[in-house]
């Protein structure tokens, strides 16, 4: 990853966290290009991610949590302003964190909230009974890269738990006032539209941007709008920035 680049004044860091069974590359073209724009990016790999398979299996959602909060703290002890990003349920955890940490900003990329498959309701009981399921299929996604993850199975235990991890967020959204940026691919096989609408209906943030992704699979942060995912973050977080500078400036 680029080191951050120094910028003169204040000091704006951007804590990003990256999705169910992936690992910091997912999102690194995301955070480079931040980087490269002067701000200091960190990406944890949460507990259990860019291993193996039994190593999720294991994980509970609070570890993914406190993992991606005690980045934040790091992040914070280094600069003026704190941003969160987050994709899919990076997204999730990112807006969770949001409801309990003062940000100046939140960016998320198809964030979850929801499943498509209507088996996960009862999935409680099924984990008991089998142990594995195969991951979803995306033919669109972009090949992974490095440390990226794509296990070969997906672990029940820890769809469970990503399970709790969504509700527990669906329970903090009316709590995220921070200004709110959106980006959603319109075709989406893993993350339903269900979730970003009621993402959008539930926050209590004043300051709210929703971008449409035309050309995107659900790792969007690695495929042909990235870079529109870069630019636009950077415009969002210093707008942002600014605002907290200035209070009255777009009050």
């Not at 480079?32 to 960190?42: C, H």
């Not at 909230?113 to 009981?125: M, N, Q, S």
Request: aromatic letters at 8%; glycine letters at 8%; hydrophobic letters at 45%.
């Amino acid at each position: 990853m680029a080191a951050p680049i120094d910028r003169p004044g204040a000091r704006w860091g951007v804590a990003m966290c990256h999705g169910f069974s992936g690992s910091p590359s997912s999102v690194e073209p995301w955070a480079e290009g931040l980087a490269a724009r002067g701000f200091d990016v960190e990406v944890p790999r949460l507990p259990g991610h860019g291993t193996d398979w039994r190593d999720l299996e294991g994980r509970r959602w609070r570890e993914w949590t406190e993992s991606f909060e005690e980045a934040c703290a790091r992040v914070a002890a280094r600069n003026d302003l704190v941003f969160l990003a987050g994709l899919s349920m990076g997204g999730a955890i990112a807006l969770r964190t949001a409801s309990r940490l003062p940000v100046a900003g939140v960016a998320v990329v198809n964030p979850g909230l929801g499943f498509y498959d209507w088996r996960v309701r009862y999935i409680g009981a099924i984990r008991h009974f089998l142990r594995t399921t195969a991951p979803i299929d995306e033919p669109a996604a972009p090949e992974p890269v490095g440390d990226e993850g794509d296990y070969p199975v997906t672990p029940l235990a820890a769809v469970y738990e990503l399970r709790q991890l969504f509700r527990a967020t669906d329970r903090a959204l009316p709590k995220v006032t921070a200004p709110l940026l959106a980006f959603k691919s319109d075709a989406d096989p893993v993350v339903p539209p269900s979730s970003m609408a009621r993402i959008l209906r539930r926050v209590a943030s004043d300051d709210v941007e929703f971008v449409p992704l035309h050309e995107s699979p659900h790792v969007a942060t690695r495929d042909r709008e990235a870079l529109l995912i870069v630019a636009r973050t950077a415009e969002f977080f210093e707008r942002c920035a600014a605002k907290a500078a200035h209070p009255a400036v777009g009050a």
